[in-house]
């Protein structure tokens, strides 16, 4: 690129081409940088290796530059000052241009330096740089009206510059060490403003500790240009211990330290110092900026602490938070916090544990301490789906696997209506995988059945038998027996046989005969449910409820009342089954009790609440097209008005007339003839056989059934009824209260009151064996389910 000269005084060139070089400096017509005077040639500006320099003509006297006498070449620097007498020369250097601002006129000659200028060399350095001859002055005519022209053009320029500048103003905050506005023509100053002609020009601006200003700016008249150099940022040396921490400047991240020089703006910042094992620290910084060097250590504390893990046995493989971390013993440097600890061994079952961690505080929890891994059972009976119970508590039905503790005994208890019970007593390995087949020897029991008419058929579980009179041994589960015979309406029963001792039953058909064509006599006596249920007809009477002052183990709440009941009803001859139950609630388990299932099949179902029998019966009215007795709402049963024909439970009246005075003439006192205690089985009660699980029993009694017993396993009452007494308590529809009010005149079959807390609960169950307790006239309540409360259920008959 060409160099390009200006020069700033009148009478003169304004611009010069680098092809004019060297120029001369001194007074005459032939100084291309003309001085006031008469001062001679003083000094040649020439190049070399693309730097400017200064030469003085050795006879030259009076020239200095930058204040110091010039005896030898120096380079030429933007800013620096030449004088000789009055005349000031400022040299400005910017790029490829030179700007030369001359106060008076001289002109002399010089030879070029002949060593290549430094890298830097400071303003008004000497150096000894020889210059060729100054070309001697050649003065002829031409070159005189050269001279004369091109002083009339720089007049004639600085007149049209004068006419057509205009003033205008730069202000740059904070004012520059240096500032420079570059552009053609060139700008003059002018008091504390310039002259420029209107146009496009560049301003240049430089501070130390500042950003160099670099800037177009468009002049116009009377035009106020305002700048403000931009501060250098701080330079900010950042070390930590430990090292490799990320630094975040106000939440921006510029890194991990050792940071060697960040640059961050001057002003006040928040750094932030973040490592996974060491706790967070924060810190505000001053930056001065200007290009300042700061230097900022950081201690970070640490987060985590020493901890020592054991287990029993040894050897177990540890993970902290989901991360595997080794074998015990283990010493481990842990993050503060809560962790998560698991432990893992082969045959033991895993261990997890929580620890809580302070940072700087070790810590060597007791030893984690791994139980064997359970054994796993599979168990298969013949016959299937047999009871399951282990160490006492039901376990399910067979198949089933089992998950058992290892290293110590269990017992197996495998029961079956019809089977005798099998007990299985084993221990395991830690992790052991056994396979378990168990068989059951059936149980039998003698049943001795008498059938009238002799030639009547008779079925046993739907198969016709050969006899229908004589011995049956059968297993000791419940059997459904019908008998048939021509001109006969059939008879159908339950039996459970019993291996203790042998059952005699009496079977007897009636006749078929027409009608008599009564609203009474139109009333079967006998009636079956969808599931197969019988319930009997009772035609019921005014009756005495209650008991007598004077009655043995009497209770207050027992005030012996007038009832009068006239609607008749059918009643279930026995209770509800946990079979029948099931098949409206599948999951319903009764339970177990010191190791014995009370989860038969055929077994009264118990441990159910009343809405839960009360529901029941709402779906065994719908199977058999019966409108539901109870609505729900809101979670509460109530009975539907006015009362319907739908299954429900009988009222307290109805099942004390049922048990006391159905198919008698005088009320009964106990489910048995005679006085308290019982001498022969009439009930399931807490008899000897149950000593070992209940506190009190009747030592002279036995029924061989120490909890529940399969239902209709003894006699029926004159009724038809099974199991009045003994079994289970049965829940009642009234709620409960201590003193049940005599009905008012007109009101008949009553339902107890209209709300209350708890239900009634009427009869004796196989937990009670007191004069109290065994009495039909016994009350009691309950809100919940319990394991000797089941239910039967009642309907009216029209």
């Not at 001279?147 to 520059?176: D, I, M, S």
């Not at 950081?298 to 020493?306: E, G, I, M």
């Not at 961690?357 to 789906?385: F, H, I, M, T």
């Not at 009320?667 to 000593?691: E, L």
Request: aromatic residues 8%.
């Amino acid at each position: 690129m060409s160099r390009l000269i200006e020069i700033h005084a009148p009478n003169q060139e304004p611009k010069l081409a680098e092809t004019e070089l060297p120029l001369v400096v001194g007074s005459g017509p032939d100084a291309d940088i003309r001085l006031p005077g008469d001062t001679g040639v003083l000094a040649q500006v020439g190049e070399s290796d693309g730097h400017l320099y200064l030469q003085p003509v050795k006879t030259a006297a009076g020239l200095f530059h930058n204040d110091e006498p010039l005896r030898a070449s120096v380079w030429l620097k933007s800013g620096d000052i030449s004088r000789c007498g009055e005349s000031l020369i400022h040299w400005r250097i910017s790029g490829q241009r030179l700007q030369v601002m001359i106060s008076r006129i001289d002109a002399s000659a010089t030879d070029p330096p002949v060593v290549s200028p430094p890298l830097s060399v400071g303003a008004g350095t000497a150096v000894e740089i020889p210059l060729p001859p100054p070309t001697p002055a050649r003065r002829s005519p031409r070159r005189l009206r050269a001279v004369l022209a091109g002083l009339f053009g720089v007049l004639l320029a600085v007149a049209l510059f004068v006419l057509a500048a205009v003033p205008f103003q730069v202000e740059v905050t904070p004012t520059p060490e240096s500032l420079d506005i570059s552009g053609f023509p060139p700008v003059v100053r002018f008091g504390v403003g310039y002259l420029g002609i209107p146009g496009s020009y560049r301003l240049h601006a430089e501070k130390q500790g500042y950003r160099p200003l670099d800037e177009s700016i468009e002049i116009r008249r009377d035009r106020r240009y305002r700048f403000t150099l931009e501060r250098l940022p701080g330079v900010v040396r950042v070390v930590s211990h430990p090292p490799g921490v990320t630094v975040r400047v106000d939440g921006t991240p510029i890194g991990t330290t050792p940071l060697p020089g960040i640059e961050i703006p001057p002003g006040e910042h928040l750094l932030r110092f973040e490592h996974p094992r060491y706790r967070l620290r924060e810190e505000k910084l001053l930056v001065a900026g200007g290009g300042k060097r700061q230097d900022l250590r950081v201690d970070l504390q640490p987060a985590w602490a020493r901890v020592r893990l054991r287990t029993e046995p040894a050897g177990a493989m540890v993970r902290v938070d989901g991360r595997p971390r080794g074998r015990t013993p283990l010493e481990l440097e842990l993050i503060e916090g809560q962790r998560k600890l698991e432990f893992a061994e082969e045959q033991f079952i895993p261990l997890e544990a929580t620890l809580v961690v302070e940072a700087g505080r070790d810590l060597a929890p007791p030893v984690y301490r791994l139980q064997p891994a359970p054994a796993s059972v599979s168990l298969n009976s013949v016959p299937n789906s047999v009871t399951v119970a282990v160490d006492g508590r039901f376990a399910g039905r067979t198949p089933l696997t089992l998950s058992l503790e290892s290293g110590r005994k269990h017992e197996l208890r495998l029961t079956a209506a019809g089977y005798r019970s099998r007990v299985v007593r084993m221990q395991f390995e830690a992790a052991e995988k056994r396979v378990l087949d168990i068989r059951l020897e059936p149980e039998y029991g003698v049943v001795f059945i008498n059938a009238d008419p002799p030639d009547a058929e008779l079925f046993i579980d739907g198969r016709k038998q050969q006899r229908s009179v004589g011995r049956f041994r059968l297993t000791t589960r419940s059997h459904k027996l019908e008998l048939r015979a021509a001109g006969c309406r059939s008879l159908t029963r339950e039996v459970t046989p019993n291996s203790a001792y042998s059952r005699r039953l009496d079977l007897t058909l009636s006749r078929k005969g027409p009608s008599s064509g009564t609203a009474g006599a139109s009333l079967s006596s006998r009636i079956k449910t969808a599931l197969g249920q019988e319930l009997v007809l009772v035609r019921p009477a005014p009756f005495q409820m209650g008991a007598s002052r004077r009655e043995a183990g009497r209770r207050a709440n027992e005030r012996q009342h007038q009832v009068t009941l006239k609607r008749p009803f059918y009643i279930a001859v026995r209770e509800v089954t946990n079979q029948e139950f099931r098949r409206f609630m599948a999951n319903h388990k009764s339970g177990m009790f010191r190791g014995r299932s009370l989860d038969g099949d055929d077994h009264p179902v118990v441990n159910l609440s009343w809405e839960d029998a009360a529901r029941f019966l709402n779906w065994l009215s719908k199977k058999d097209g019966l409108p539901p007795y109870y609505r729900e709402e809101n979670g509460r049963l109530s009975a539907v008005q006015p009362r319907g024909i739908g299954y429900r439970l009988p009222s307290e009246a109805e099942w004390a007339y049922a048990a006391r005075m159905a198919g008698r003439r005088q009320s009964a006192r106990y489910p048995w003839s005679g006085r308290y205690p019982p001498t022969t089985p009439a009930g399931n009660f807490a008899d000897a056989s149950a000593r070992s699980l209940l506190p009190v029993v009747l030592d002279h009694y036995r029924d061989n059934f120490p909890l529940t017993a399969p239902v209709g396993s003894f006699p029926a009452n004159p009724a038809g009824l099974r199991d009045l007494g003994g079994n289970v308590a049965e829940w009642c529809h009234d709620y409960y209260a201590v003193q049940p009010t005599a009905p008012s005149k007109g009101d008949v079959d009553p339902l107890g009151p209209a709300a209350g807390a708890h239900h009634v609960v009427r009869g004796s169950s196989w937990r009670d064996a007191g004069i109290t307790e065994l009495r039909f006239s016994y009350r009691r309540y309950s809100r919940k389910p319990e394991d000797d409360i089941g239910f039967r259920f009642v309907r009216y008959a029209r």
